[in-house]
C-alpha cells in the first residue's frame, strides 16, 4: 500500500525557487503523469520524491512514513531514467539483479526475479550483453525491467521513452500501460508529450513554471481546461483562443463576428467583461462536410487558407478575427485555398475564460 | 635517366628522422654497443675491444645488483600500493569540497613542481638525526630522547625514502583519480541510490570501476618513474650507508661514473629497463581490461 502526499513542497536552488508549494495526493496504484513544458520542474518533483534532491520546504510522505529525510535506499521506490543510467560495467543480467544483490537476497531468489523481469520485458536472450551491445529500447527495457525486480511500492518515470524514435515510443507506451496492470504498484510518470499523458495517466498533473495548473483525469482536463494554458497544452491540434468582450448575450470577438453568449456560461459572465473565447478544431466544421449539430451554434463566413488531409478528416487553417484558426472537415473534398466558407460552431462546446486571470469562467 | 626522387612526405619528415636518430637513436645504440665492451671513461681505447656478453653475466651473478633490483622492486610496490590509496583517499575529499576546490588543486600540484633533486635535500633535512624536524618533533613530544639514525639505519632509511617519494608523488595520483572522478556520469550513481546503495556500496560498484582505468594510467607512469628513481636516493642517503638503500640506478651511477666501468653499467642498464617494461606492460593490459569492462575499448 502506498499512496504518495505532496504537501506544500518547494525546492529552491539557492534563491531560485523552482517548485512552488506543490500539493498533490497519489492514490494507492495511481497512474499519475507529470506533464508540462520543459523547465517546469516536473524533474525536481519526481526527483525530491525519489529522494535524489533536498526537499526545501513542505513535506512527502510514502506509504504512513513522512520520508523528507530518508535517503532514497530507505524510500522502497524504483526509478526509471531518461538516459537509461544503466551500469555499463555489468551484464544485462547483473544490471537487473543489482539492487536485490546489494540487498543481500539468496542468490536463487535474484535468478527467479531477474528471469520473471526478463520475461515480462522479453530480454531473455540479451541477459549476457553488457548495455554497450544493446539498442536504444532494449536498453531502455533493460532500465524497466530493473525497475520492476525489486517490486518496490512506487515506481518514478523521468521521460522514459523521450530518447526513443516515435515508433517504438507508441510501442513502449502500450507496453508500460501493460506493465501497469500486471504490476499493481504505484506509478508517478514524467513526460513533456501531452499525447503520453493523456494515454497512460489515471490522473494527469499538468504543471507550468513550478506550480500544478490542474489535476484531473485525462477526459476532464481535455473537457474542462481550468485555463488558458492547459487549454492549449492538453489536445492537439491546441485549442484555438480568440479575445472578446461581453456585449448583453453576444461576445464580440476583437476584429472578428458577433458571437451568441455560450448558454453554460451566461450567468457567469458580465456585460463588458474581457474575455477569451476556446474552442477546438472538432467543433468548428464547415456546413455540410460535419455532422449536423444539436443545441446552440454560432453561424459566420471564414476564409480558408491551407488544408491538411488526414484520411478520415481533413485539418483547415483559416483566419477569424485577425488570428490563425484550426477547423476540422469530414467529407473530404478538394479545396481551393483561400476559398470561404459557412462555418457552424458548437456553442455547448465552448470554453470562456477570464481575459485578465486566463481562467475558466464556468 | 630518372634519378631518385624521394616522396615529398618523406622529405618533410626528414628533418624530424634526423633529429630523432640524433638525439635518440645514436646514443641508444653507442650505449648498447658499449655494454658488450669494458669500456671505462679514463680509458676511451677500451671502446673497441669486444667482450660479448661478459658485462651482462658478471650482473646477473652479481649479488649486489640483485640486492638492488629487490629493493627497487619492494619500494616500487610499497610506494605504490601506498601513494594509490593516499591519492584516492585525497581526490575523493578534494571531490566533495565545492568551495575552493580549483585552489585545493593548484596546491595539490605543489610537489610536482619540486625538482626530485630538491625534494631530496628537503628530507635529508626533515630526517637528518641532530637537527631535523622528525627528531625534534618526537623529542618535543617526549615520545624518545634519543637521536633515531633515520638516515643510517637500512629499514628507517628506506622508510625515509619512502616518505619523499610518496610527498612527491601521491599528487600524480590524486589529480589523474579527480579526473576520473569528475568524468563519472551522474546517473547511475543515483540509480544505484534508488537501487539501495549505501554511499560505500556507491562507490565500490559503479565509481570505483570508472575510475579504474584512471588508477592504472596513474600506476603505469609512477611505476616507470619509481623503477629508474634515482635522485631522491642520490642526494638523501647517496645508496648507503654501505649500500643499504641501493637501487638498481644508483648502482649503475655509481658504477658508471665514479668506478667508470660505463660498458658494465649500461649493461645493468640494459637488464633493468626490462623492469620498467614489465610494469608498464602490466598495467597497460590492466588499463585495457577496465576499459573493456566499462565498454570504452576500441
Ligand atoms: N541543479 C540545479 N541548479 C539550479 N537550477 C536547476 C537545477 N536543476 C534544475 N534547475 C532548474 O529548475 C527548473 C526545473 O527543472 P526540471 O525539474 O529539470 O524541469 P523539467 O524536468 O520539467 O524539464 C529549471 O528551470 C532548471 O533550470
Ligand atoms: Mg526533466
Redo the contacts between chains.
Sequence with gaps: MAQVHLRDVVKKYGAIQVVHGIDLEIQDNEFVVLVGPSGCGKSTTLRMI???EDISGGEITIGDRVVNDL???HRN???V?Q???????MTVRENLG??LK??KRPQDEIDRAVDEAAGILSLAEYLDR????LSGGQRQRVAMG?AIV?HPEVFLFDEPLSNLDAKLRTQMRTEIKKLHQKVKSTIVYVTHDQVEAMTLADRIVIMRDGHIEQVGTPLDVFESPANTFVATFIGSPPMNLLRGRITGDTISLTDGPLISLPPQFASNVADGQDVILGFRADNLMPVGHAMPMEGAYAEFKMTVNLSEPLGTETLLFGALAGKEVQAKMLNPRPLQNGEQLQFQLDLTRCHLFDAQTEQSLR | MSRFRPPVWFVLLLPAIIILAAVVLIPLILSFYSSFTPYKLTRPDTLYKWIGTFNYEKAIKSTHFWAAFGRTVLLLTIALNLEMLMGLGLALLVNKVTYGQRALRTIMMFPMMFSPVLVGFQFKFIFNDNVGLVNNALQSLGLTDKAIPWLVDGQLAFIAILTAEMWSATSVFAILILAGLFAVPRDPIEAAKVDGCTPWQSFRHITLPYIMPFIYIALAIRSLDVARAYDIVQIMTNGGPARRTELLWTLIGRTGYIDAKMGYANAMGYISIFLAIFFTVYFFRKLNAARSELGMAG
Design positions: 525519489a529522494g535524489l535517503p532514497p535506499r521506490i524504483s526509478m531514467f538516459n537509461y543510467a544503466l551500469y555499463p560495467h543489482f539492487s546489494i540487498a553488457k548495455p554497450g551491445e530493473r525489486r
